[in-house]
């Protein structure tokens, strides 16, 4: 069992940065593939980015590749996604998910953070 909880959303400004971190329970963090998807409403739960066990291996979808870093430090248990040069279409709920397997696909998650709000606006 892994719990997550998010943090560091909040509204920020069109071409400005955040980071969210995503805190894990457990001793088994560094077991887990891990996975930052978003949730805009009206639309489905879309893919963001995704790293490896030992973070040797990322994958970022388009939207965001080039502006999005995912990164983890298994010592903490914690998982983070810098964004840079954020864009009013990246305000969504930011959602971080743990999987045994390093993927993309959202059904290939089985632990889920409640998610954070970010806001991009002037």
């Known amino acids: 069992q892994v719990q997550l909880v998010e943090s560091g959303g909040g509204l920020v400004q069109p071409g400005g940065s955040l980071r969210l971190s995503c805190a894990a329970s457990?001793?088994?963090?560094?077991?887990?593939?891990m996975g930052w998807f978003r949730r805009t409403p009206g639309k489905e739960r879309e893919f963001v980015a995704c790293?490896?066990?030992?973070?040797?291996?990322?994958f970022y979808a388009d939207s965001v590749k080039g502006r999005v870093t995912i990164s983890r430090d298994n010592a903490k248990n914690t998982v983070y996604l810098q964004m840079n040069r954020l864009k009013p279409q990246d305000t969504a709920v930011y959602y971080c998910?743990?999987?045994?397997?390093?993927?993309?696909?959202?059904?290939?998650?089985?632990?889920w953070g409640q998610g954070t709000q970010v806001t991009v606006s002037s």
């Open positions: 790293i490896s066990l030992s973070g040797a291996r990322t």
């Open positions: 998910a743990a999987s045994r397997v390093y993927s993309s696909s959202i059904s290939g998650y089985d632990y």
């Open positions: 457990g001793r088994t963090f560094s077991s887990y593939a």
